[in-house]
Every structure is written in C-alpha cells, then in structure tokens.
C-alpha cells in the first residue's frame, strides 16, 4: 500500500489535490467578485464579511461528523458525496437574488467542499510513509493556492467577457464533475480500518479535545489562520483599491502574486519542516518560528511605504500558508487511527475562527462612513486588522505557557516511583 505506482499516485494526489484546487478557489473568488456582489445587491462592508464568512461557519460545523466519517467511511467516498453539495451551492449562488440566496448558496458550498483538505490528509496518512507526510502536505496545500490563483487576474479577465453569475454555473459543473473523478478513479483501501462503535469514535474526540498538546498549539494556528484566511480571502482586495489606492486590475493582479507567493510558501515550508525534522528540529518548533513571521509581516503591511507593498504582501501569502506544518505536528503526536478527528479538530477551531474575523472585520469596517465612491475608510482596516494581531500575540503567549504546564507535567510523572 505504501509502495504505489505512479500512475496509481496519480489516482490518489492528483483528484485530492484537484479537490483542494476548487475548494480554494471558492474561499478566495469573493476578493475579485466583490464589487460586482456590491454593485448588483447593494450589500453593506459588514453583510460582505458575512457573505463570505458563511462559508466558514460552514465548513467548521461539520468538522467533527467529518472526522468520523473519514476514519469509519474513508475519504474517497466521504469527499466524493460532499462535493455533490458543493456543486448545488455553486449553482443556487449563482441564480441568487437576494442577500439570503447568496448566503444559502454559500452555506452549502462551504459544507459541501468541508472535506477537500481533511480527506487528503487522512488519505495520504494511509498511502503515503509518515516520513514524507510534511512534504505531501506542502504539495497539496500548494493546490490550493493554485485555486487562489485562478480566483484573482484570470477571474477578473473572464468577468470582461461574462458576469459573475456565469463564473459560479462554471464553477458548479466543474465540482460536479470532481465529485464524479474522485467517487471512481480514487482507489480504495486494501486494508479496511477496524470498526469502531459510535462510543468510541465520540470518545476519540473527547481525547483529542482533552490533550494539552492539542491545545497548546491549536489557538495559535487558527487566529493566525483566521487572519489569513479572513485577509486573503476577502480584505485584501478592499485594502489594495481604498488604502493603497490600486485600481482594480492593479489589485487583482497583486492578489494573482499573493497566490503565487502561497503556492511557493506550501511547498516551500512543507520542504524545510521535513529537513528541519531529520535535523533535530521538531515540527511545531518550525511551525512557530514560522507564525512569529506572520504577526510581524501583518503589522508591517499597515506601517510600511507603499514602494514596499509588493514585496510584504508577496511574504504575507508566502509565510500565512506555513501553520500547515502543524497539521502533520499534530497527527503524530496522537494514534493513526484519530488522525482524521485530530486534523479535522484542528480545523474546526480554524473555520470558526475565520468566520468570527472574517465578519467581526467587515463590522468593524462599517463604523466608518462609506466614501461616495464606495470606499471603505483606512481606519476601518486598521483596527480591524489589528485586533487579528493582538489576538495571535495573546495565543503566542499561551502556547509557552501550555509548553511550561506540560514540561512540569512529565517531569512530576518522571519523579513518580
């Protein structure tokens, strides 16, 4: 089972990786289609942050079902079912009339696609050696950013030539059809997991949400994941066109670099963490240094010239995708057969928290007066953003906290004849 052809490597990565491609690419396509949601429904800053942040909530709210699921039913069925929703929520989003159709259509596509990275996860924990786990990881987050991609310059030069409602009928029968490819081309396992009663599997999370180890680092990496995603996802492009003052064109192809800088930064970071490992180096060790970066880059993009803008915000998307590596962290720190609810758990918190920030920023926002432009007010994203940052720097603090709890902990279970 872990020694697998190529060509049945292409059947296992390339149609979860394709998963993770339109699943991304849904998250982030609300940065480019912004104004023209505005501009069709009149939507205020703080019903956008919504909008889009349904999705998270989501996706979130079936996080731990989903960790189920995955470890009793296995991913391929489990994402393949999923994606059916996936492409219903395309295609009612794209024939919505109102804020409350949007909302609905967004709902299920967040529900729908709640499975495209957690499925990956745990089907490559049984294909692929544990070894290579941070390296498969980093390639498969790198699909994602491939999604985000395709979501900026290449969506603003199609809506030259449709409208928005047409991108989402697009994007309805291209998850229609993934749904299809992963169902029958993914192999099955030639081992099934051993059954677990529903007690059991209810007292696998209650493990996983009980550990220490878990929730050491599990704020961490989703308030930072919650900026991220919130930022990228929705604020940048705002930010770009009323603060620095970018056209639209200009801001979407600032966001097709962020993209690039993240499919990079997957890769990249998934590479050293590996590296890093057989050096000594643990993966949460690498997986904080790398969120420090993080919450100084988030301060920097509100302090730096605008000469620098490029540049900080290409190191945003390239450092913002690294708490990835904490994923792998963790499901080696707990038995194979929780993996699933271990990586899902973490997403759980991560969702929700995205959904929080995502809104919470968006209200923020509309304490400002709207320019007559449109425009929403610098200060706005100031305070918006900086209470994301403030909020990491609280859960910086608690992960040494919780590291000096459990430390003190082994050492008084050592002591102990």
Known sequence: MKNLSNAALYRVFLPFAAG????????VVNAVLAPNLVADLGIGPASLGLLSSVYFIAFASFQLPLGVLLDRYGPRRTEGVLLLFAALGAFIFGRAESLAGLV????????????????AFKAYTVWFDRKNWPLINGCQMASGGLGALVATS???????????????????????????????????QDKKPAAESLASQLGGIKGVFSSLTFWQIAPLVSLSQASFLSIQGLWAGPWLR???????????????????????????????????AAR?????????SYLCIFIILQILVMLVPVSW??????LFGFVGVTPIIAYAAL?????LNLSGRVTTGVNLLVFVAAFSGQWVIGAIIEQWPIGADGSYHVQGFRYGFSLMIALQIAALVWYFLAGRIIKTKQQEKNETP
Do not use: K
């Open 280 to 288: 000594g180096i643990s993966l949460m060790t690498t997986t904080v």
């Open 20 to 27: 993770y491609f339109i699943s991304y690419h849904f998250r």
């Open 331 to 335: 499901s080696q720190s707990f038995p």
């Open 309 to 314: 803008n490029t540049l900080i915000w290409c």
């Open 104 to 119: 609905a259509g967004r709902a299920l596509i967040g529900f729908g696609v709640s499975a495209c990275l957690m499925a």
């Open 154 to 188: 290449p969506v603003e030069m199609l809506l030259g030539y449709t409208d928005w409602r047409t991108v989402f009928y697009l994007l309805a029968l291209a998850t229609l059809g993934l749904a299809l490819l992963i169902f029958f081309v993914v192999p099955e």
């Open 242 to 276: 009323d603060v620095i003052g970018l056209s639209r064109a200009a801001a979407a192809a600032l966001l097709f670099w962020i993209a690039v800088s993240m499919i990079i930064g997957w890769i990249v970071s998934g590479w050293s963490a590996g590296r890093l």
